[in-house]
């Protein structure tokens, strides 16, 4: 009775245990790159408490969503799969070598004000309309899925507005994107990216906004 049910072929990951379907191949032909912000010499950002470190929790949730977007069939190339120090131009170059079809980094976000909470995406100068188009993808899912007050996607220009504010996103060509994924610096926020469940959550949510994007 279950001949032919896709769900026969749901495998688990032992280390990331997320469900793959293999029947959902929608995108096939495309090359994300992910960025996980920070890493090896640069591990200065904490959370509110001091347990959380901006370069770990990121780079777990890059490799859980490159294992949740396993099974859409998308090639999926990481800056840094480990901790290890990097150049804001190497993790450009690494997008621009592999020719991504889209480029997001990954990261979480601080602030002065412990009580500000909430997530933000950044979108690209260049190409402007569609980075603007992925960041509204990814952040309408992302706080859906999470719960997390929605800032919005924005653009922030640099000091003398003449391009981008962020390096990744001056120096990469395709459709790019920061994704704040909420503020270590709030407790509650902080006590969520602790905990491996919360960072599946933010990779799903993260997931469901880039196959948005691709629906054209
Ligand atoms: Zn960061």
Redesign the pocket.
């Known amino acids: 009775m279950f001949a032919n049910n896709e769900n026969l072929y749901i495998k688990k990951d032992p280390g990331h245990n997320f469900p793959i379907n293999i029947y959902n191949r929608t995108l096939q032909d495309k090359i994300i790159c992910l960025d996980p912000?920070?890493g090896g010499k640069d591990r200065y950002?904490k959370g509110y408490s001091g347990l959380y470190v901006?370069?770990d929790g990121?780079l777990d949730i890059a490799l859980k969503l490159r294992h949740a977007l396993l099974d859409t069939g998308a090639k999926i190339i990481l800056t840094r799969d480990k901790d290890m120090t990097l150049s804001l131009a190497e993790r450009c170059h690494i997008a621009e070598k592999a020719q991504a079809d889209i480029f997001i980094?990954i990261?979480?976000?601080?602030c002065g004000d412990p009580a500000v909470r909430g997530a933000t995406a950044f979108y690209s100068l260049n190409p402007l309309k569609e980075s603007k188009k992925l960041a509204h993808s990814i952040i309408e899912e992302y706080t859906l899925i999470t719960g997390e007050p929605n800032r919005g996607a924005r653009f922030r220009w640099n000091s003398r507005k003449t391009d981008d504010y962020y390096g990744v996103l001056r120096g990469t060509n395709m459709p790019a994107v920061?994704m704040?994924c909420g503020f270590h610096t709030n407790s509650l926020n902080e006590a969520r990216l602790l905990m491996p469940e919360y960072r599946l959550i933010v990779a799903h949510g993260l997931k469901l906004g880039i196959m948005r994007y691709f629906r054209k």
Do not use: F, L, M, R
């Open positions: 912000g920070h950002n901006e370069a990121v980094s990261h979480t976000d601080a920061i704040e």
